[in-house]
């Protein structure tokens, strides 16, 4: 038996917003995601910042890019607050879990000594360089151009406070505050990191903010995640007895294969667009690729002693390969 | 002597919250509107982390109180056991 | 094997510092300065980080975990009212012009706000403040999707809401709230929250918020009133930033009260300019009434305003400038602008009307002071000139004021047969303002409000028409040719409500709904 039930018809006089339709083809029903395509305001500014007299408030030519309709940069992933928040909750509740499983099921005293020592080490400093990652995606949104990309630029900004704090709550498991004491420290004065503080710092400074996302989320990302959460916990520590570490930390890989969707859409849909385009994009991509190996190369020491060189150099041509994909050349 | 108050929404997972506020702050004073209730306080309005899981028999997560929350005034101190409004700073 | 001391439980406050305090670091690889190029040229002096006492403290798991929910229970009721044509239950279809010029004035400022705080969440130096003002800037995201996509259900079916963000960036009325809120987003970040966190969020907020919400209320728009609940949630959040930011401003240095002050007046100011949109919303686009605009001023601004200023008077600061000047205006401004909107409703995207005679006596009886004396003739007149075919349009453009952009229809405070005009001369050339207070604004820094794109300015100088117009062409209409400019449908988005195509689809459709 089939229930049917009718609620009134009423013709709509149209599907959805002209800005909207503009974006989509014409006007038909939008999903919740395209709804929020185009918001930006795009024209006839009042002021010019006074923290920055050169440009219009919300200004394309902060970037050497170029792009007829930048919203036309879409996230495949489809994230708009709503989902994002949601999806976010969700995956934490999983860490929660996992939290609450390796404390009281003995996996932290099970936790092998030489192990313990060697995750606090090598991530307990990667909370600073995820705060660093916050400031820069920030930065992206706050200056970059259009809401489709602009907005993402946000969301992965909060995405690494969450790391950031993660990894807080990781060393405080495993050790105590002190430990978050040590890996300052580490940041601050060890050998190891210097090379990698500095990159960071140097980022800091960059006024375009597509060299600053090909710095950040495109180079230094795409190491970064691969050499330790693949590299070192997964491949190393778990093996070794580390269990407890992948548990804690699985969230870091799967936001980096989630994210990497919407870099890889956004440089594609960058370099298509024109040769220019995909030429700086590609100069970026490889200078900062190789910086980002050097810097690495330390840490990355520290993590797998004389395994480094090749793990690193792999994550490197993986990189590459990623890149080429999307168009650029490096 | 200024009041505090809070706004939560009349729905069933902020009543014990509701009732805890008017437990433990006595010069209550409670509104009803459309979809809303506001208690104002004299100065001070505690809500007690102890008394809502009494109520509820449940444990209780104080920032829970964000789902439904609607509005608030005066200076906030929080604790994991209570979560205070006043206007002494 | 491990024997483990048993560990300190960390209280909130002290989890919540290693969680967010700990994370940044003095860099030393590049200057300071370069780093955080902003944070010293408004003059504003910041000795001790440390001082800053976080309103809420939300780790990003408990973020999400919360407004998770919020964001499930909201577009579920979202989505049943579009699903159940809830817009049926509407009042009438004159209600509907009120959430046009939400969607058409307030929700591009609820992106701008977007921006603005992850400007502010990159160049602050404490991270505390730098992450409440991110989680700021993610509510507001929250809040441009969420009305978007609520106010989606009535795009489908009337008029005035398909083209929101292109008539905000050129509409003549809707220049009010873009340069608004500009003139934040193009300040430094310490005026920035004390525009938009303390004097938008904290001291007039609720004149903008209970309003439309309440409004919705009473109207059954339900989709509008729980969004209207769920943001104020957020905006808890939000108000506790703007008080703590003031007061940690004025507690580190003497030297910040002047400036302070200065921009405490300034965005008290402009704020209550904006709000002038609301007060003619309040008091005449509402079936249902809630209250007068008056009488919200005199609870949300005169008696709330008044406590908060009592407040701050230890630290030096004193009520606004503008405040007696706002207080005399509660009398007059909705009528004011009601009459201006009125007769230039050819050129605007919603519709206007002449009350009825039983909303005539409400204005009446909340403005004993005012309204028979000064507006009932006019509205009058207006009906009678709508009756007999003629209804009173202007052709001509209005003078705007330079600061705030509206229209010049301000009287003198105390003086309401006045139109109040005051103007300042800069580097050769005249500048008009509706007030002493926009006037004081503009010769503050000049340099900065001679920028301004003014709508009109812009129509007279050939500005607002689409390209390959030839206005010397035979036959030419400047005001069509102005419309085509806004995309704003002539006939459909423009004109009074009696003989709109949203009253006589809603009349339809209602009948059709009620009858079989």
Not at chain 1, 137 to 157: E, R, V, W
Not at chain 1, 226 to 237: A, R, S, T
Not at chain 3, 94 to 107: D, E, S, W
Request: net charge negative.
């Amino acid at each position: 038996m089939s229930i049917d039930l009718k609620t009134r018809e009423i013709k709509p006089l149209r599907h959805t917003y002209t800005h909207v339709a503009r974006l989509i083809g014409g006007d038909k029903p939008a999903t919740r995601y395209q709804e929020t395509l185009g918001a930006q305001p795009s024209a006839n500014f009042h002021y010019r910042p006074t923290w920055d007299l050169e440009h219009d408030l919300f200004d394309p030519s902060r970037s050497k890019i170029r792009m007829d309709q930048w919203d036309d940069l879409r996230d495949p992933r489809q994230f708009y607050y709503a989902t994002w928040t949601m999806a976010r909750a969700r995956q934490f509740e999983a860490v929660e879990t996992n939290f609450a499983f390796v404390e009281s099921h003995g996996m932290l005293a099970a936790l092998p000594e030489k192990i313990r020592e060697e995750a606090l080490v090598v991530l307990t400093p990667l909370r600073h360089v995820a705060w660093g990652d916050n400031m820069n995606n920030s930065q992206i949104c706050a200056t970059a151009y259009g809401a489709a990309f602009t907005a993402p630029a946000m969301l992965y900004a909060m995405d690494q406070l969450g790391i950031a704090q993660l990894l807080t709550r990781f060393a405080l498991t495993l050790g105590e505050a002190a430990e978050l004491e040590r890996g300052r420290d580490a940041w601050l004065r060890d050998p190891t990191w210097q090379p990698l503080r500095r990159l960071l710092e140097d980022s800091f400074v960059i006024t375009d903010p597509l060299e600053l996302f090909v710095v950040q989320d495109v180079a230094l990302d795409g190491l970064l995640y691969p050499l330790i959460y693949e590299g070192f916990v997964q491949d190393k520590l778990v093996p070794a007895g580390g269990a407890a570490v992948g548990l804690l930390t699985a969230f870091m890989s799967e936001w980096h294969e989630e994210t990497v969707r919407w870099i890889d859409a956004v440089l594609r849909k960058l370099a298509s667009f024109s040769s220019e385009n995909a030429t700086t994009l590609s100069g970026w991509a490889q200078a900062s690729i190789a910086r980002a190996k050097e810097a690495l190369a330390p840490v990355a020491a520290r993590a797998l002693g004389e395994k480094a060189p090749a793990v690193l150099g792999d994550a490197a041509e993986s990189l590459q390969r990623r890149l080429a994909k999307a168009g650029l050349s490096v | 002597m200024s009041n505090v108050f809070i706004a939560l929404q009349d729905t069933d997972e902020a009543r014990p919250i509701i009732e805890a506020i008017l437990a433990d702050n006595p010069q209550s004073q409670l509104t009803h509107s459309p979809a809303m209730v506001k208690i104002d306080v004299p100065n001070r309005l505690v809500i007690r982390r102890e008394r809502i899981e009494e109520i509820t028999g449940l444990p209780f997560d104080l920032q829970r109180i964000h789902v439904n929350l609607i509005s608030l005034s005066g200076h906030i101190e929080e604790d994991d056991d209570q979560f205070v409004l006043s206007w002494k700073r | 094997m491990d024997t483990r001391v048993e560990k300190k439980k960390l209280s909130l406050r002290e989890r919540y510092h290693l969680m967010t305090r700990g994370l940044g670091w003095e860099p030393t690889y590049q200057p300071t300065e370069k780093v955080f190029p902003f944070t010293a040229y408004e003059g504003i002096k910041i000795h001790d980080w440390d001082k800053w006492e976080d309103p809420f403290r939300l780790t990003m798991d408990a973020y999400w975990k919360y407004q998770g929910e919020k964001e499930k229970k909201l577009y579920a009721v979202i989505d049943a009212f579009a699903q159940n044509n809830g817009f049926l239950s509407l009042t009438d279809a004159r209600y509907l012009n009120a959430i046009k010029i939400f969607i058409q004035g307030v929700t591009p400022l609820e992106y701008y706000a977007h921006r603005g705080f992850a400007f502010a969440g990159r160049h602050f130096r404490g991270e505390g403040l730098r992450v409440a003002c991110q989680m700021q800037s993610l509510d507001e995201l929250r809040h441009t999707q969420t009305e978007l996509h609520s106010i989606s259900v009535y795009n489908k079916f009337f008029n005035g809401f398909h083209n929101p963000l292109h008539w905000f960036d050129r509409v003549w009325y809707l220049s009010v709230p873009k340069s608004f809120f500009e003139d934040a987003n193009s300040s430094g970040p310490f005026e920035f929250l004390t525009a938009i966190s303390f004097s938008f969020e904290y001291v007039l907020t609720n004149l903008l918020f209970v309003p439309f919400m309440s409004g919705a209320a009473y109207n059954g728009d339900l989709s509008t009133v729980t969004f209207g609940f769920s943001a104020q949630s957020d905006e808890s959040r939000h108000m506790t930033l703007g008080i703590e930011c003031i007061k940690f401003m004025l507690e580190q240095d003497p030297d910040n009260v002047p400036i302070v002050q200065r921009w405490i007046d300034k965005w008290f100011w402009r704020g209550y300019r904006v709000l002038t949109l609301v007060g003619m919303m309040m008091d005449y686009m509402l079936p249902k009434r809630v209250m007068s605009w008056r009488e919200a001023w005199e609870i949300y601004g005169e008696q709330n305003g008044g406590a908060l200023f009592q407040d701050l008077g230890r630290y030096g600061i004193r009520e606004p400038a503008g405040f007696r000047d706002a207080c005399d205006g509660k009398d007059h401004i909705s009528h004011q602008a009601w009459l201006t909107f009125y007769t230039y409703d050819p050129v605007a995207a919603f519709h206007t009307w002449v009350p009825s005679d039983a909303e005539l006596d409400w204005l009446s009886a909340k403005y004993p002071e005012s309204f028979d004396r000064y507006y009932r003739p006019r509205l009058l007149y207006l009906r009678e000139q709508q009756a007999a075919g003629t209804p009173v349009a202007n052709k001509n453009l209005p003078l705007l004021c330079n600061v705030c952009q509206i229209p010049m229809f301000f009287t003198e405070p105390g003086d309401p047969r006045r139109i109040c005009y005051r103007e300042s001369v800069y580097e050769g050339e005249r500048y008009h303002f509706c007030s002493d207070h926009c006037k004081s604004i503009f010769d503050h820094e000049p340099e900065k409000y001679v920028q301004s794109w003014l709508p009109v300015h812009q129509i007279y100088q050939g500005n607002c028409f689409k390209p390959g117009t030839d206005p010397t062409a035979p036959g030419f209409d400047p005001i069509k040719a102005v419309l085509d400019y806004y995309e704003i449908n002539n006939g459909r988005d423009n004109l009074w409500y009696d003989n709109s195509e949203d009253r006589r689809n809603f009349e339809a459709w209602t009948a059709e709904a009620r009858g079989n």
